[in-house]
């Protein structure tokens, strides 16, 4: 059985940093892209960021591009965001998701994780 499982989240003041990571399991994943997505309340869940398992090619929503980075960790079997220059309106769960598509669709996302909270205070 597939599991991701995603920790990292937090309350952090606008600029700082966080990292999230997403613990894959259950599977061989070297077909995969793995993304973040993110809901805040009462928003559509959105696309944030995605990289092959391999780590060759990674994609960014432009509201995220040149603050966030999508990376794997080969030893601990998992994949990061690192947050940076945050603002509150990234505030939202983020969500660690599994497919072979190769999407931003979430609908194409097969496996989820639970999802972390961040907050972001002003």
């Known amino acids: 059985q597939v599991q991701l499982v995603e920790s990292g989240g937090g309350l952090v003041q606008a600029g700082g940093s966080l990292r999230l990571s997403c613990a894959a399991s259950?599977?061989?994943?070297?077909?995969?892209?793995m993304a973040w997505f993110r809901q805040a309340p009462a928003k559509e869940r959105e696309f944030v960021a995605a990289i092959t398992w391999s780590g060759g090619r990674t994609d960014y929503a432009d509201s995220v591009k040149g603050r966030f980075w999508i990376f794997r960790d080969y030893a601990k079997n998992t994949v990061n965001l690192q947050m940076n220059s945050l603002k509150p309106e990234d505030t939202a769960v983020y969500s660690c998701?599994?497919?072979?598509?190769?999407?931003?669709?979430?609908?194409?996302?097969?496996?989820w994780g639970q999802g972390t909270q961040v907050t972001v205070s002003s």
């Open positions: 998701a599994a497919t072979r598509a190769g999407s931003r669709d979430p609908g194409n996302y097969e496996h």
């Open positions: 259950g599977r061989t994943f070297s077909t995969y892209t």
